[in-house]
């Protein structure tokens, strides 16, 4: 017979988080994924200690937008997608680049720009979020359902990094 996974097995851990949850997977020595959770998820103490740095760390960011993290993460993605992450990574907190912005200063189309930033294993670590569309915040974490959970996330995040247009959205903080 086989057996149904609950849901929270697929994670290390699980974080509460002002926005929702975070799921966080490890593998051997690194973070392998995190992934935003509706609040539904309950909390999951970390499994190991790559999981447990991970949480800590995450729980540091929401309580201080200019928290650095610093996790050891996998190596994912294509050489295209790690250029467009490496672009993301160097925003500024509170500030944020369109699409076409990304995609001029690496060479691409903003297309490609999107696809790179919804494949992103890595959302909080390589700030995805600080990447809007030309008329509004566009897409996020591979969705684009312009009153979504994940668009209510983005709106979260750069509140809480001091982005102005989006600070008067936020609402709670840990």
């Not at 190991?48 to 996998?74: G, S």
Request: hydrophobic share 40%.
């Amino acid at each position: 017979m086989t057996q149904i996974q609950h849901p929270s097995e697929l994670f290390a851990a699980i974080v509460p988080t002002p926005f929702g949850a975070l799921g966080i997977r490890t593998g051997g020595a690194v973070v392998t994924e995190l992934v935003y959770l509706p609040a539904s998820y309950g909390e999951k103490a970390p499994v190991d200690p790559i999981a447990e740095q991970a949480a800590f760390q995450v729980e540091h960011y929401c309580r201080d937008p200019d928290f650095a993290f610093d996790l050891p993460l996998a190596q994912l993605g294509s050489p295209f997608q790690r250029k467009v992450w490496d672009a993301i990574s160097a925003i500024p907190r509170g500030e944020v680049r369109t699409y076409g912005e990304v995609a001029k200063f690496v060479g691409s189309m903003p297309r490609a720009v999107g696809q790179a930033c919804g494949a992103n294993y890595f959302p909080l670590v390589i700030p995805c979020h600080r990447v809007t569309g030309a008329q509004g915040l566009g897409g996020f974490a591979g969705s684009d359902d312009r009153n979504g959970f994940t668009l209510d996330v983005k709106r979260w995040l750069l509140a809480h990094e001091g982005h102005r247009e989006y600070a008067w959205q936020q609402t709670t903080l840990l």
